[in-house]
């Protein structure tokens, strides 16, 4: 028989910064709405007086979306350089995308955001270089369906504004340079969220995770690394290289939609991240966390026993086991009402007839 687990679990990791040439420039100056990407470049102007349609003929390493106080919605639903030059023949090999004010960029099936060549999306795991993914300010990313994402960097550090990666369904999310989510000073949230077993590739080098001070699972400041599972479970994201500094941020693990599988039997062993090389940072928090923060487990919205789950790591990877006994669902606010009032109904209906 099957049953419905739902748990929260909270966990960090940190941050680190790069700088980026500019060699080139190009800025969205108008509001963009759900447009399809190279759409959008050919008919919206830049900054300056040069029009967007100029990536048609020459090579831009910056494309700045929502510049100024404009907001920039765009989709992408085909490979950036079918519309775009072959960068080596420009004498460039990468193109960062800078995410401003309020920008969403929606990565959907049958689009690639290669950020290098027309192969980036064949070759996307060799040394060959990746354009970077900047939040400099408010933004989201979102790569869902098949949609793929390769990129170098993914700068969520620089600044103290709302950030999110979302990656769904069957999608591609692969980065080579280093992943900086949250810094320490910062009072509002910068996300990472991995949902669902089936994302084809979730890959992620040089994590770093940083929260802000006073951080907690239902304040979140600074850093978070998410996953929510779908009825089969999570997906595992691989991290080359290892946590590259002290645990700080908050990871959380959601198993409100989790099927239980009774093959499983009295518990089910999750490995959240797997990594390339050793750390003692894994371990380590999960020391601090079982002495320090166990009351902060939840099973379906409530403080629970830990033994109900709990983390576990090694120094290459990072688990989370949930145990069947977890599984008891929390009635909905409307339905305790029901029951109430039956009661109430049946204690009148008694004294009645007495």
């Not at 800078?98 to 040394?127: E, H, W």
């Not at 692969?174 to 000073?185: A, D, K």
């Not at 966390?289 to 166990?294: E, I, K, M, N, R």
Request: hydrophobic residues 40%; aromatic residues 8%; contains cysteine.
């Amino acid at each position: 028989m099957k049953k419905l687990i739902a748990a929260t679990v909270l966990c960090s990791l940190m941050a680190g910064a790069a700088s980026y040439a500019r060699t080139s420039w190009v800025n969205f100056n108008q509001d963009v709405n759900d447009v399809e990407i190279w759409t959008a470049i050919n008919n919206y102007t830049s900054n300056g007086a040069e029009q967007l349609a100029i990536m048609a003929d020459t090579w831009t390493d910056q494309l700045g979306l929502g510049a100024g106080n404009n907001k920039v919605s765009v989709v992408v639903s085909g490979n950036y350089a079918d519309g775009y030059p072959s960068p080596d023949s420009q004498g460039a090999s990468t193109m960062n995308f800078l995410l401003q004010q309020g920008t969403v960029v929606k990565v959907v099936s049958g689009g690639t955001l290669g950020l290098r060549t027309k192969t980036a999306a064949a070759d996307y795991n060799t040394s060959t270089g990746c354009g970077a993914i900047v939040f400099e300010r408010d933004g989201t990313l979102e790569v869902s369906g098949t949609g793929r994402v390769f990129s170098g960097d993914v700068q969520m550090n620089r600044s103290n504004y709302a950030q999110n990666v979302i990656v769904k369904d069957q999608a591609y999310f692969f980065t080579r340079g280093t992943t900086n989510i949250g810094l320490t000073s910062n009072t509002t949230a910068q996300i990472i969220s991995f949902q669902g077993s089936e994302i084809q590739m979730a890959h992620l080098r040089n994590l770093r995770l940083r929260g802000g001070e006073g951080t907690t699972l239902d304040s979140v400041k600074g850093g978070k690394l998410e996953w929510i599972a779908d009825a089969g479970g999570i997906t595992t994201v691989e991290n080359e290289s290892s946590p590259q500094e002290a645990i700080t941020g908050i990871i959380s693990v959601n198993f409100t939609d989790l099927v239980w599988d009774d093959g499983w039997g009295e518990s089910k062993t999750f490995t959240l991240l797997s990594c390339t090389s050793g750390s003692n940072y894994l371990k380590d928090w999960v020391s601090d966390y079982s002495a320090t923060l166990g009351e902060i487990l939840t099973i379906n919205g409530r403080i629970t026993d830990p033994e109900l789950g709990s983390f576990s790591a090694d120094n290459y990877k990072l688990y989370v086991t949930i145990a069947k006994d977890a599984l008891i669902p929390v009635p909905e606010p409307a339905a305790c009402a029901m029951v109430i009032g039956a009661l109430a109904l049946a204690v009148v209906a008694y004294r009645r007839r007495k």
